[in-house]
C-alpha cells in the first residue's frame, strides 16, 4: 500500500528515486511538469451549463447505456461510501451517482458532473490515468497526487465498443484499506455492462440508419458516390465501397485513420449542408444530412464525390436537394409514405400546386422501386394536342392515318413496360381518352389506334394534378371510376409557404447553382432579404423560386442583394417600385439625418456595401 511519506517526499523534496508504482510515478511527473498543484482541494475545471447540455446530448447513448448498470451497482453495493463516475471519450463527468455518505464528500470537493478528469485538471487518480492511457487502473488514495481526492480510492476501466473508445467508467470508494482488486472487478465489469448494452443500442440504431440509406439514398447518386454514416459518437454504421476507398485515401494522406475521420467529421459537427476538401491536391464534395426518427438524431449520412461541385452531374442536388430535403415534420412523413407505397405495384395520385415539385416526386418514387433499372416515361397530359395525346399513349398501327409509319408505331405506355409512367396534368385527359386508359389499367394491355390485338402491358402508373379532381367530377368533367383507379395511394406534396422552415436551404441551394452556371460569384443575401423570401407567398413554389433566382442571377449586377432588391424582383411594395435605388437611397439617408450606420441598419445592408451605394450613385 502507498505510504504517506513517499508521497511527501515526491512532491515536496523532489524525489524521484522512489517505490511507487510505475504508472503512478510516470501520472506523477507529467502533473508535475504541467504545473498541477498538489495542494488543490477541490476540482475546479468545469464547462459552462450551457455546454453540458450539449455535451450529455451528444453523448446520449453512452449515458441511456450506462444508467442501468449504475443504478443496478448503486442497489447491490453494501457498505456505503461508494461514489460511481461516468467519463465521457474527452474526459468530461457526464453522469454520477453516488450515496448520501459520499456524495456530501464529493460536494465538498466540487465533484460533479461537467468537470474535466483528465490529470491537468485533477491529477493522479484511476480515472484520469485510464483516461490518458484507455488501459484499466486502480489507485489508492495516497497515490492520488492532489489533496482533494486522496480521500478516495478507485478503479477506472474504459470502454470500447467494436474497438472505437467512447469513455470510461469508474468505481470510487471512501478509504483507506479497500481491496483495489475489488474495485477493479466492479470497474471492469461494468465498463463491460455499459460496453454490451451500448453495442446493442447501436445494433438497432444501425439496422434502422441501413434500412434508411438503403431505401432513401443509395439509389439517388451513381456507383462513384461514396456514402458513409456515423452515429451521433462518430462510430461508423455503414459504408461503401467508393466511401472506403476515399477513407483509405485520406489514411495516406494524414497518415492516421483517426486524423482521416476526425476531417470527414468536422464537416457534420460544424453543421454544414456540405462542404469540400482536398486530399493529394484532389477536391471531394461532401453534402451531408441528418437521420432523425420519431424527434431524435440517430446518425448522419455522408455523401462524398470524387469531384467539386462545379462538376457534379446536373440534375441529381435539384431533384433531391430542392424537393426533399425538408425539416417540415409534416413533409418528411409525406416522404416516408411515398418510400413506403413505391414498394407497391399500384397507381399513385400526386396532388399539390403547381410547382411544387409533383413530377420529381414522381421521379423519386420511381427510383425507389423495383422498377428503378427499367423505363421512366412522364407525359403532359395539358401540352399535347389530343390527336397527338392519343398516339403518344397508346401507339398506332401501319397505315392507321395519312402519314403513319408504314410498320405503325408503339406507345409510351407500351414502351414504358415493365417500368413506370407519368401522367402529368392528369385532370386535363379528354373524358373518351380517360375512358381508354381506364380499360388499360383494369386489363393490362393496350389496342394501338388503327389495330384490334390487344397487347399485354406491365406498367405502374404514376398521376399528377394541382386541381381539385373531385370537383371536375360531380361537374362531369372527369370520370369518378378512373379516379379511384388512379387513387389507390394519395401522396400530396405541401406548398412552398407551408414549408417555411425549408426556404432558406432551398435558395441558398438555387442560388448557388445559378451563380455557377452564369459563371457568377455567389450573390449574398442580406437577413432581411431571408425574411422577406421566407415571408412571400410563393403561389408558384418551387418552380417560381427557381424563376425569381435566375432573374436575380443574370440580372443584379452587384455581389450583394438586400431588401429594396428583394422587393424590386419580388414585385412588392409598389411605392418602392416606382422610385430608382439613388432616390430610395437618398430617403434613407434622409430618414437617418445622414447617420449611415442607421441608414446601413435600415436597407439591411452593412455600412461597407453602403459606402459602395452612396460611391456609385454618389449621393451626399
Same mark, same amino acid.
Given at each position: 500500500?502507498?505510504?504517506?511519506?513517499?508521497?511527501?517526499?515526491?512532491?515536496?523534496?523532489?524525489?524521484?528515486?522512489?517505490?511507487?508504482?510505475?504508472?503512478?510515478?510516470?501520472?506523477?511527473?507529467?502533473?508535475?511538469?504541467?504545473?498541477?498543484?498538489?495542494?488543490?482541494?477541490?476540482?475546479?475545471?468545469?464547462?459552462?451549463?450551457?455546454?453540458?447540455?450539449?455535451?450529455?446530448?451528444?453523448?446520449?447513448?453512452?449515458?441511456?447505456?450506462?444508467?442501468?448498470?449504475?443504478?443496478?451497482?448503486?442497489?447491490?453495493?453494501?457498505?456505503?461510501?461508494?461514489?460511481?463516475?461516468?467519463?465521457?471519450?474527452? @474526459?468530461?463527468?457526464?453522469?454520477?451517482?453516488?450515496?448520501?455518505?459520499?456524495?456530501?464528500?464529493?460536494?465538498?470537493? $466540487?465533484?460533479?458532473?461537467? *468537470?474535466?478528469?483528465?490529470?491537468?485538471?485533477?491529477?493522479?487518480?484511476?480515472?484520469?490515468?485510464?483516461?490518458?492511457?484507455?488501459?484499466?487502473?486502480?489507485?489508492?488514495?495516497?497515490?492520488?497526487?492532489?489533496?482533494?481526492?486522496?480521500?478516495?480510492?478507485?478503479?477506472?476501466?474504459?470502454?470500447?465498443?467494436?474497438?472505437?473508445?467512447?469513455?470510461?467508467?469508474?468505481?470510487?470508494?471512501?478509504?483507506?484499506?479497500?481491496?483495489?482488486?475489488?474495485?477493479?472487478?466492479?470497474?471492469?465489469?461494468?465498463?463491460?455492462?455499459?460496453?454490451?448494452?451500448?453495442?446493442?443500442?447501436?445494433?438497432?440504431?444501425?439496422?434502422?440508419?441501413?434500412?434508411?440509406?438503403?431505401?432513401?439514398?443509395?439509389?439517388?447518386?451513381?456507383?462513384?458516390?461514396?456514402?458513409?454514416?456515423?452515429?451521433?459518437?462518430?462510430?461508423?454504421?455503414?459504408?461503401?465501397?467508393?466511401?472506403?476507398?476515399?477513407?483509405?485515401?485520406?489514411?495516406?494522406?494524414?497518415?492516421?485513420?483517426?486524423?482521416?475521420?476526425?476531417?470527414?467529421?468536422?464537416?457534420?459537427?460544424?453543421?454544414?449542408?456540405?462542404?469540400?476538401?482536398?486530399?493529394?491536391?484532389?477536391?471531394?464534395?461532401?453534402?451531408?444530412?441528418?437521420?432523425?426518427?420519431? @424527434?431524435?438524431?440517430?446518425?448522419?449520412?455522408?455523401?462524398?464525390?470524387?469531384?467539386?461541385?462545379?462538376?457534379?452531374?446536373?440534375?441529381?442536388?435539384?431533384?433531391?436537394?430542392? *424537393?426533399?430535403?425538408?425539416?417540415?415534420?409534416?413533409?418528411?412523413?409525406?416522404?416516408?409514405?411515398?418510400?413506403?407505397?413505391?414498394?407497391?405495384?399500384?397507381?399513385?395520385?400526386?396532388?399539390?400546386?403547381?410547382?411544387?415539385?409533383?413530377?420529381?416526386? *414522381?421521379?423519386?418514387?420511381?427510383?425507389?422501386?423495383?422498377?428503378?433499372?427499367?423505363?421512366?416515361?412522364?407525359?403532359?397530359? *395539358?401540352?399535347?394536342?389530343?390527336?397527338?395525346?392519343?398516339?403518344?399513349?397508346?401507339?398506332?398501327?401501319?397505315?392507321?392515318?395519312? $402519314?403513319?409509319?408504314?410498320? $405503325?408505331?408503339?406507345?409510351?405506355?407500351?414502351?414504358?413496360?415493365?417500368?413506370?409512367?407519368?401522367?402529368?396534368?392528369?385532370?386535363?385527359?379528354?373524358?373518351?381518352?380517360?375512358?381508354?386508359?381506364?380499360?388499360?389499367?383494369?386489363?393490362?394491355?393496350?389496342?394501338?389506334?388503327?389495330?384490334?390485338?390487344?397487347?399485354?402491358?406491365?406498367?405502374?402508373?404514376?398521376?399528377?394534378?394541382?386541381?381539385?379532381?373531385?370537383?371536375?367530377?360531380?361537374?362531369?368533367?372527369?370520370?369518378?371510376?378512373?379516379?379511384?383507379?388512379?387513387?389507390?395511394?394519395?401522396?400530396?406534396?405541401?406548398?412552398?409557404?407551408?414549408?417555411?422552415?425549408?426556404?432558406?436551404?432551398?435558395?441558398?441551394?438555387?442560388? @448557388?447553382?445559378?451563380?455557377?452556371?452564369?459563371?457568377?460569384?455567389?450573390?449574398?443575401?442580406?437577413?432581411?432579404?431571408?425574411?422577406?423570401?421566407?415571408?412571400?407567398?410563393?403561389?408558384?413554389?418551387?418552380?417560381?423560386?427557381?424563376?425569381?433566382?435566375?432573374?436575380?442571377?443574370?440580372?443584379?449586377?452587384?455581389?450583394?442583394?438586400?431588401?429594396?432588391?428583394?422587393?424590386?424582383?419580388?414585385?412588392?411594395?409598389?411605392?418602392?417600385?416606382?422610385?430608382?435605388?439613388?432616390?430610395?437611397?437618398?430617403?434613407?439617408?434622409?430618414?437617418?439625418?445622414?447617420?449611415?450606420?442607421?441608414?446601413?441598419?435600415?436597407?439591411?445592408?452593412?455600412?461597407?456595401?453602403?459606402?459602395?451605394?452612396?460611391?456609385?450613385?454618389?449621393?451626399?
Amino acid at each position: 500500500m502507498m505510504t504517506d511519506e513517499l508521497w511527501r517526499q515526491f512532491v515536496l523534496d523532489g524525489n524521484t528515486d522512489i517505490n511507487v508504482r510505475k504508472e503512478v510515478l510516470e501520472s506523477w511527473n507529467r502533473c508535475k511538469q504541467m504545473g498541477v498543484s498538489h495542494e488543490r482541494e477541490n476540482v475546479f475545471s468545469y464547462i459552462p451549463q450551457s455546454d453540458l447540455v450539449g455535451r450529455r446530448q451528444k453523448n446520449l447513448d453512452l449515458i441511456n447505456a450506462a444508467l442501468p448498470v449504475m443504478k443496478d451497482f448503486c442497489k447491490g453495493l453494501k457498505g456505503g461510501g461508494y461514489l460511481l463516475l461516468l467519463a465521457d471519450a474527452e @474526459g468530461y463527468l457526464v453522469e454520477m451517482m453516488a450515496d448520501h455518505k459520499s456524495q456530501k464528500i464529493a460536494d465538498q470537493c $466540487g465533484m460533479s458532473v461537467g *468537470a474535466r478528469w483528465m490529470e491537468e485538471n485533477v491529477g493522479s487518480t484511476g480515472l484520469s490515468i485510464a483516461l490518458r492511457t484507455r488501459t484499466a487502473m486502480a489507485t489508492s488514495g495516497n497515490e492520488h497526487y492532489c489533496l482533494a481526492l486522496r480521500v478516495w480510492d478507485c478503479s477506472a476501466c474504459p470502454i470500447f465498443v467494436d474497438g472505437e473508445y467512447i469513455g470510461a467508467f469508474d468505481v470510487c470508494r471512501m478509504g483507506p484499506s479497500n481491496d483495489l482488486r475489488e474495485l477493479y472487478t466492479l470497474a471492469f465489469a461494468g465498463a463491460h455492462a455499459i460496453s454490451e448494452r451500448y453495442r446493442f443500442h447501436k445494433a438497432e440504431i444501425k439496422e434502422q440508419v441501413l434500412s434508411h440509406v438503403l431505401t432513401e439514398y443509395v439509389h439517388k447518386f451513381n456507383s462513384n458516390t461514396g456514402i458513409i454514416s456515423f452515429d451521433k459518437q462518430g462510430i461508423e454504421l455503414y459504408k461503401n465501397k467508393p466511401a472506403h476507398d476515399f477513407l483509405k485515401l485520406c489514411e495516406e494522406n494524414n497518415g492516421h485513420s483517426e486524423s482521416s475521420k476526425k476531417m470527414i467529421l468536422s464537416s457534420v459537427e460544424k453543421g454544414s449542408v456540405s462542404t469540400e476538401i482536398e486530399v493529394n491536391e484532389k477536391k471531394f464534395f461532401i453534402n451531408s444530412e441528418e437521420i432523425v426518427k420519431r @424527434g431524435k438524431p440517430l446518425a448522419n449520412v455522408l455523401f462524398i464525390h470524387s469531384q467539386t461541385k462545379e462538376t457534379l452531374p446536373k440534375g441529381k442536388i435539384n431533384q433531391d436537394y430542392f *424537393a426533399f430535403h425538408t425539416k417540415n415534420t409534416a413533409f418528411q412523413k409525406t416522404i416516408q409514405t411515398a418510400i413506403k407505397v413505391s414498394r407497391s405495384d399500384a397507381s399513385i395520385l400526386i396532388q399539390g400546386e403547381s410547382g411544387v415539385g409533383k413530377d420529381f416526386m *414522381a421521379r423519386f418514387i420511381h427510383k425507389q422501386s423495383e422498377r428503378r433499372d427499367k423505363p421512366y416515361t412522364a407525359i403532359n397530359c *395539358a401540352a399535347l394536342p389530343r390527336e397527338l395525346i392519343t398516339t403518344e399513349l397508346f401507339g398506332y398501327e401501319g397505315g392507321a392515318f395519312t $402519314g403513319a409509319k408504314h410498320k $405503325g408505331n408503339q406507345g409510351k405506355i407500351e414502351a414504358s413496360d415493365k417500368g413506370t409512367i407519368f401522367l402529368d396534368e392528369i385532370a386535363d385527359l379528354p373524358l373518351d381518352l380517360q375512358a381508354t386508359l381506364l380499360r388499360t389499367l383494369e386489363e393490362k394491355q393496350v389496342v394501338r389506334v388503327g389495330g384490334t390485338t390487344p397487347i399485354p402491358v406491365d406498367v405502374r402508373f404514376l398521376a399528377a394534378t394541382n386541381k381539385n379532381i373531385k370537383k371536375l367530377i360531380e361537374k362531369g368533367e372527369f370520370r369518378e371510376d378512373l379516379y379511384y383507379r388512379l387513387n389507390v395511394f394519395n401522396i400530396k406534396i405541401p406548398s412552398l409557404r407551408e414549408r417555411i422552415e425549408d426556404v432558406e436551404s432551398i435558395l441558398n441551394t438555387m442560388l @448557388g447553382e445559378a451563380c455557377e452556371k452564369a459563371q457568377r460569384k455567389t450573390i449574398s443575401f442580406t437577413p432581411e432579404v431571408m425574411n422577406i423570401f421566407e415571408q412571400h407567398t410563393w403561389p408558384g413554389n418551387l418552380r417560381e423560386m427557381r424563376n425569381v433566382i435566375e432573374r436575380i442571377v443574370y440580372l443584379h449586377d452587384e455581389d450583394y442583394f438586400d431588401s429594396f432588391h428583394a422587393h424590386e424582383f419580388l414585385g412588392l411594395d409598389q411605392s418602392i417600385d416606382k422610385i430608382s435605388e439613388r432616390e430610395y437611397l437618398s430617403i434613407i439617408l434622409n430618414k437617418a439625418n445622414g447617420n449611415r450606420a442607421q441608414a446601413a441598419r435600415e436597407m439591411g445592408i452593412s455600412r461597407s456595401a453602403l459606402y459602395r451605394k452612396i460611391q456609385k450613385y454618389n449621393v451626399e
